[in-house]
């Protein structure tokens, strides 16, 4: 009689998340380590992962296993990153299993995938590298040839060119019978991307991200795993795409915070990368006009080869950058969102029958509203923070916890009726261009107008084809597009995110205008124009960004990280507590100060998150500093009560 090991995807703090089954006299010949399994689980049944089969009788009943719901088995290399999640982001097995294979994809009765590769389709519209394309490329390829086993930082501006030597490496990859991953920040940016590398490697690509439908995700896993799609392209989760000859690993864009998951278990996927790459022996890429300081100080210090692309692959000079100082246009009287010299760039590049796209990274309407009589401001209960107005729905909505209230017509304190709107948002900005463009065609694209499924990929082609003049939108705009007829890009202000109290503050400031800039002049022989308005002109984030000095600024601030010890040279970890009651919070936060402090750990805190409470729970943070990651203290925070997240990209909340 055989048992199995079964891992289950489910956070269960009583248990490691592993169960003994038996298995059934009809499936012992059968059964293997890292195949998908149908088990009875409390009162339903479930889908878990075979870790073990042995032939020792547990001393407790066992119930049977009821079938092999895959045959093909996961490969190795996702057994092993399991683990990784498990222990480097101290969370339990189920939770990491769970991220890293779709169980809950498998226990439905679904139709299966038709077994067998489809018909060989030749690779097309590769395209003639640039002599400083095919140098980087060459220098990659040794590596896929064997002679080395590296990790590269592709440092290359905006429109250099990065995504056609990324062509290009899969296609060796390829030809060597091996497979490749392809990972994008956005899901906005998933379409176009999964369009570029379908032309040129017909019928091979897969596209993964979380907009799929659960049907399309159960279908696209089991054509990957059985080596019908041999490329996958996609968000942060295509990481763990069950490829069984990994090649290659290309993270584009990699500086974007959405890398890292918000929700346990709190991976990065630029870690999880490094560490299958290793294991499956793949060559890793990242690329980037503004790549993170992290990568960056890695790169100089030769942890990553470093491959500079300079220029622009059409050999367009760069974008012509203005810096508008808002307060001179206060001074003016223009109370505009838009200064002067943008609403004559925008006049202009509509007569040329060019397209503009405006940055905002603020959604809404207005920011909050406030009575002018006696001060107050109408914030939502729960979390005690401004409700944002909504011109679409002419509603208030908390960003946080997603209450919605009807408009107040009085103040709820004086009952005085001077209510007055405040701050400006990408529905505002959208309202203000159709009455100063009332012939042009505005499209918003921002979190509320790409709920709809489909919607990104709606809006990327109608601005593709021309069917929209002016696009506002938030970060989701900021990088990737590719969009030639786009002569003008203006950021409406640059100083939202610049003086938060965040060590990264000005990094992600920076590598915002650089990326949003590079939207502009895309077309070969078309220059391009970018107005960046802003409260602080000086500032050195803003002024690298308008002289191009990307890695001047970047040199400024691996100094000034490693005068203070902030990552990456040193480890951030970032422990969370919650509560309804505000005193059980912070009681919780300090019990663990104590604890950690006690056994010798650099630990800050307890302090009162940037936004203190969401959705009636009080936050409170402790912030641990590590000179390097050492086992036995990770197993030291696996005792602690709050949320762990091991290298935070934001210390805010």
Known sequence: MLFAKVAVGINIKTSDGFYTYEIPEELSDKIEVGQIVLIPFRNKKIAGLVLEITETKPLFATKKLEKIILNNSVPNHLLKIINFISDYYITSYGSALSSVIPLNLFTKNRRANPAGKEVEKKITNLKILTPD?????????????????????????????????????????????????????????????????????????????????????????????????????????????????????????????????????????????????????????????????????????????????????????????????????????????????????????????????????????????????????????????????????????????????????????????????????????????????????????????????????????????????????????????????????????????????????EEKTHQLLVQVSGRAGRKKGDEGEVVIQTYCPDNLAIVASAKYDTENFYNSEVSNRKKHNYPPFAKFVKILYNNEDKNTALKNALKDFNYLHGNGINVEGPIPSFIPKINNKYRYILILKFDKYIKADWKLLQNVSGSIDVDPTNLLN
């Open 133 to 505: 394309q095919s140098a980087i490329f060459n220098v990659v390829k040794e590596s896929l040839d064997g002679k080395s086993l590296d990790k590269y930082l592709i440092f290359g501006v905006t429109g250099s060119g990065k995504t056609e030597i990324y062509a290009h490496l899969i296609d060796e990859v390829i030809k060597k019978g091996k497979h490749a991953i392809v990972l994008v920040p956005e899901i906005s940016l998933t379409p176009q991307t999964f369009n570029y590398f379908n032309d040129r490697f017909p019928d091979k690509v897969a596209l993964w991200h979380s907009d799929l439908k659960e049907t399309e995700k159960h279908l696209i896993w089991q054509e990957i795993r059985s080596g019908k799609k041999t490329v996958v392209v996609g968000s942060r989760s295509a990481i763990f795409s069950p490829l069984a000859n990994l090649g290659i690993i290309i993270i584009d864009e990699e500086q974007e915070s959405s890398f890292k998951q918000d929700q346990s278990p709190r991976y990065h996927a630029r870690t999880v990368a490094k560490e299958i790459a290793a294991i499956t022996k793949s060559i890793l890429v990242l690329g980037s006009a503004t790549p993170s300081i992290d990568a960056y100080s890695e790169a100089i210090t030769g942890k990553y080869k470093l491959l500079r692309l300079p220029k622009r692959v059409t050999e367009n000079k760069p974008p012509k950058i203005t810096i508008v100082d808002l307060k001179d246009e206060f001074r003016n009287k223009n109370y505009s969102p838009f200064s002067s010299i943008l609403q004559e760039k925008m006049e202009e590049a509509l007569v040329a029958k060019k397209q503009i796209m405006l940055f905002l990274n603020r959604r809404g309407a207005s920011t909050y509203i406030l009575c002018k009589d006696c001060g107050w401001v109408y914030k939502c209960p729960a979390c005690d923070i401004p409700f944002t107005y909504h011109l679409d729905s002419n509603k208030l909505i908390c960003h946080h916890c997603t209450r919605v209230q009807e408009i107040p017509t009085s103040c709820f304190i004086c009952k005085s009726y001077s209510i007055k709107y405040y701050g400006k948002g990408t529905q505002k900005i959208e309202y203000e261009l159709n009455k100063l463009f009332p012939k042009a065609i505005v499209k918003r694209m921002d979190k509320d107008s790409t709920s709809k499924r489909g919607s990104h990929g709606e809006i990327y082609q109608d601005f593709l084809s021309h069917k929209i003049d002016i696009l506002i939108g938030t970060q989701m705009i900021a990088k990737g597009w590719d969009i030639g007829n786009v002569s003008l890009v203006g950021v409406i202000n640059a100083d939202n995110a610049l003086y938060l109290p965040d060590f990264r503050a």
